[in-house]
Protein backbone atom coordinates (compact mmCIF):
# COMPACT_ATOMS: atom_id res chain seq x y z
CA UNK A 1 0.00 0.00 0.00
CA UNK A 2 1.22 3.30 -1.21
CA UNK A 3 0.75 6.69 -0.51
CA UNK A 4 2.14 10.45 -1.29
CA UNK A 5 4.52 11.91 0.68
CA UNK A 6 4.65 15.72 0.39
CA UNK A 7 6.44 18.91 1.93
CA UNK A 8 5.24 21.61 4.29
CA UNK A 9 3.58 23.23 0.53
CA UNK A 10 1.94 20.38 -0.54
CA UNK A 11 4.74 19.61 -3.18
CA UNK A 12 4.89 16.12 -3.73
CA UNK A 13 8.40 14.42 -2.84
CA UNK A 14 7.73 10.36 -3.55
CA UNK A 15 5.70 7.68 -1.78
CA UNK A 16 5.91 5.68 1.43
CA UNK A 17 5.04 1.85 1.77
CA UNK A 18 2.73 1.52 4.06
CA UNK A 19 2.56 -1.76 6.28
CA UNK A 20 -0.84 -3.62 5.44
CA UNK A 21 -1.11 -5.36 8.48
CA UNK A 22 -1.15 -1.16 9.99
CA UNK A 23 -2.30 0.88 7.90
CA UNK A 24 -4.90 -1.80 6.02
CA UNK A 25 -6.09 -3.77 9.13
CA UNK A 26 -9.67 -4.45 9.69
CA UNK A 27 -11.28 -1.63 11.18
CA UNK A 28 -12.93 -3.05 14.63
CA UNK A 29 -14.60 -0.22 15.63
CA UNK A 30 -16.18 -2.07 19.01
CA UNK A 31 -12.10 -1.81 19.98
CA UNK A 32 -12.67 2.10 19.81
CA UNK A 33 -15.18 2.12 22.73
CA UNK A 34 -13.33 -0.24 24.62
CA UNK A 35 -9.82 1.47 24.65
CA UNK A 36 -11.48 5.38 24.71
CA UNK A 37 -13.43 4.41 28.14
CA UNK A 38 -9.97 2.81 29.03
CA UNK A 39 -8.15 5.67 28.58
CA UNK A 40 -10.39 8.16 30.47
CA UNK A 41 -10.59 5.89 32.94
CA UNK A 42 -7.23 6.47 33.95
CA UNK A 43 -6.97 9.74 33.19
CA UNK A 44 -10.16 10.58 36.19
CA UNK A 45 -8.34 11.84 39.52
CA UNK A 46 -10.58 10.01 41.98
CA UNK A 47 -10.29 12.53 44.67
CA UNK A 48 -13.97 12.82 45.28
CA UNK A 49 -14.48 12.12 48.86
CA UNK A 50 -17.38 13.17 51.83
CA UNK A 51 -17.28 13.10 55.35
CA UNK A 52 -18.79 10.55 57.25
CA UNK A 53 -20.27 10.51 60.67
CA UNK A 54 -16.94 10.06 62.23
CA UNK A 55 -15.61 12.75 60.30
CA UNK A 56 -17.96 15.89 61.11
CA UNK A 57 -16.96 17.94 63.94
CA UNK A 58 -18.91 18.38 66.78
CA UNK A 59 -21.24 15.89 68.50
CA UNK A 60 -19.06 15.13 71.59
CA UNK A 61 -21.92 14.66 74.03
CA UNK A 62 -25.41 13.51 74.03
CA UNK A 63 -27.69 16.33 72.50
CA UNK A 64 -30.51 15.68 75.49
CA UNK A 65 -31.33 12.83 78.36
CA UNK A 66 -32.63 9.92 77.03
CA UNK A 67 -36.09 10.66 78.86
CA UNK A 68 -38.66 12.32 79.76
CA UNK A 69 -38.43 15.46 76.81
CA UNK A 70 -40.80 13.88 74.83
CA UNK A 71 -38.22 14.14 71.96
CA UNK A 72 -36.75 11.19 69.77
CA UNK A 73 -33.86 9.08 71.54
CA UNK A 74 -30.48 10.57 70.31
CA UNK A 75 -26.68 10.09 70.80
CA UNK A 76 -24.89 12.65 68.71
CA UNK A 77 -25.86 15.62 66.61
CA UNK A 78 -23.14 13.98 64.01
CA UNK A 79 -25.92 11.51 62.76
CA UNK A 80 -26.71 11.16 59.18
CA UNK A 81 -30.49 11.63 60.16
CA UNK A 82 -28.97 15.34 61.52
CA UNK A 83 -28.85 18.21 59.46
CA UNK A 84 -24.73 18.90 58.64
CA UNK A 85 -24.85 14.96 59.88
CA UNK A 86 -22.37 12.77 58.31
CA UNK A 87 -23.15 11.11 54.68
CA UNK A 88 -24.07 7.86 54.78
CA UNK A 89 -21.73 5.83 52.00
CA UNK A 90 -20.73 8.60 50.08
CA UNK A 91 -18.02 8.28 47.55
CA UNK A 92 -14.54 8.16 48.69
CA UNK A 93 -10.92 8.55 47.46
CA UNK A 94 -10.39 5.41 44.56
CA UNK A 95 -8.50 4.42 41.75
CA UNK A 96 -10.86 4.19 38.66
CA UNK A 97 -7.56 2.98 36.09
CA UNK A 98 -7.80 -0.72 35.11
CA UNK A 99 -5.40 -3.13 32.75
CA UNK A 100 -6.43 -3.23 29.35
CA UNK A 101 -4.38 -5.92 27.22
CA UNK A 102 -1.72 -4.91 25.22
CA UNK A 103 -2.93 -6.46 22.01
CA UNK A 104 -6.53 -5.00 22.66
CA UNK A 105 -4.93 -1.30 22.40
CA UNK A 106 -2.15 -2.17 19.67
CA UNK A 107 -5.57 -3.54 17.61
CA UNK A 108 -7.48 -0.14 18.14
CA UNK A 109 -4.83 1.65 17.06
CA UNK A 110 -4.20 0.02 13.70
CA UNK A 111 -8.01 -0.24 13.34
CA UNK A 112 -7.80 3.77 13.90
CA UNK A 113 -5.52 4.41 11.53
CA UNK A 114 -6.62 2.16 8.90
CA UNK A 115 -9.84 3.66 9.56
CA UNK A 116 -8.42 7.29 8.35
CA UNK A 117 -6.06 5.72 5.64
CA UNK A 118 -9.54 4.59 4.40
CA UNK A 119 -11.42 7.87 4.21
CA UNK A 120 -8.67 9.44 2.75
CA UNK A 121 -7.67 11.71 6.01
CA UNK A 122 -4.45 10.08 6.20
CA UNK A 123 -1.34 12.72 5.44
CA UNK A 124 2.34 12.12 5.25
CA UNK A 125 5.23 14.81 5.15
CA UNK A 126 8.20 14.18 4.22
CA UNK A 127 9.44 16.11 7.79
CA UNK A 128 7.68 18.50 10.00
CA UNK A 129 10.62 20.94 9.13
CA UNK A 130 9.53 24.57 10.57
CA UNK A 131 11.89 27.10 10.55
CA UNK A 132 11.10 28.99 13.40
CA UNK A 133 8.37 28.80 16.45
CA UNK A 134 5.55 30.66 14.89
CA UNK A 135 1.65 29.95 15.35
CA UNK A 136 0.90 31.32 11.46
CA UNK A 137 3.85 29.08 9.88
CA UNK A 138 1.92 26.14 11.39
CA UNK A 139 -1.44 27.51 9.42
CA UNK A 140 0.42 28.34 6.64
CA UNK A 141 1.21 24.50 6.49
CA UNK A 142 -1.48 23.09 7.25
CA UNK A 143 -4.10 24.99 5.04
CA UNK A 144 -1.45 24.08 2.06
CA UNK A 145 -1.94 20.43 3.03
CA UNK A 146 -5.97 20.96 3.41
CA UNK A 147 -5.96 19.71 6.92
CA UNK A 148 -7.34 22.73 9.03
CA UNK A 149 -8.82 20.58 12.20
CA UNK A 150 -5.34 18.09 12.45
CA UNK A 151 -3.61 15.53 14.59
CA UNK A 152 0.00 16.73 14.13
CA UNK A 153 2.47 13.59 14.96
CA UNK A 154 6.46 13.29 14.58
CA UNK A 155 9.39 11.70 16.22
CA UNK A 156 11.18 12.22 19.55
CA UNK A 157 14.96 12.35 19.82
CA UNK A 158 16.08 9.88 22.90
CA UNK A 159 18.86 10.99 24.14
CA UNK A 160 20.44 8.91 27.00
CA UNK A 161 22.07 12.43 28.76
CA UNK A 162 19.29 15.04 28.11
CA UNK A 163 16.27 12.70 28.12
CA UNK A 164 13.42 12.90 24.87
CA UNK A 165 13.54 15.89 22.48
CA UNK A 166 10.50 16.89 20.89
CA UNK A 167 10.14 18.75 17.72
CA UNK A 168 10.29 22.47 19.67
CA UNK A 169 8.75 24.40 17.01
CA UNK A 170 5.93 22.10 15.71
CA UNK A 171 4.57 21.45 19.22
CA UNK A 172 5.06 25.18 20.70
CA UNK A 173 3.75 26.55 17.17
CA UNK A 174 0.59 24.62 17.21
CA UNK A 175 0.36 24.19 20.92
CA UNK A 176 -2.64 27.53 20.72
CA UNK A 177 -4.51 26.46 17.88
CA UNK A 178 -7.98 25.60 18.80
CA UNK A 179 -8.36 22.34 16.08
CA UNK A 180 -4.50 21.28 16.52
CA UNK A 181 -2.85 18.64 18.22
CA UNK A 182 0.91 18.01 18.38
CA UNK A 183 1.68 14.47 19.82
CA UNK A 184 4.74 12.15 19.78
CA UNK A 185 4.45 8.82 17.66
CA UNK A 186 5.26 6.89 20.68
CA UNK A 187 1.79 9.23 22.76
CA UNK A 188 -0.49 8.11 19.85
CA UNK A 189 -3.36 7.56 21.20
CA UNK A 190 -7.51 6.51 19.63
CA UNK A 191 -9.60 8.85 21.11
CA UNK A 192 -6.69 11.83 19.74
CA UNK A 193 -7.07 9.90 16.26
CA UNK A 194 -10.91 10.17 16.43
CA UNK A 195 -11.17 13.31 17.20
CA UNK A 196 -9.43 15.18 14.72
CA UNK A 197 -10.68 15.14 11.19
CA UNK A 198 -6.85 14.59 9.12
CA UNK A 199 -3.90 12.99 11.67
CA UNK A 200 -0.41 14.59 9.51
CA UNK A 201 2.20 12.09 10.02
CA UNK A 202 5.62 12.79 8.97
CA UNK A 203 7.60 9.91 7.64
CA UNK A 204 10.08 9.03 10.26
CA UNK A 205 7.08 8.86 12.69
CA UNK A 206 5.18 6.56 9.99
CA UNK A 207 8.05 4.47 10.07
CA UNK A 208 8.00 4.62 13.64
CA UNK A 209 4.41 3.56 14.16
CA UNK A 210 5.03 0.81 11.63
CA UNK A 211 8.10 -1.16 13.83
CA UNK A 212 5.58 -0.37 17.01
CA UNK A 213 2.07 -1.63 15.48
CA UNK A 214 3.53 -4.13 12.76
CA UNK A 215 1.80 -7.44 13.27
Given at each position: MKIEVVDLTNTSTGEIDLDESVFGAPVKEHLFWEV????????RAGTHK?????????????????????????GTIRSPLWTGGGTVFGPTPRDYSYQMPKKKRKAALRSALSMKAQKGQLKVVEAWDLPEIKTKGAINALQALEAPKALVVDTVIRDEANGAAHNEN?????RNLRDVKYLAADGLNVEDLLRFDFVVL???????????LKS
Open positions: INWQRARRVKNRSAVSGGGKKPWRQKGTGRARALRLSVSRSAVEQLQEA
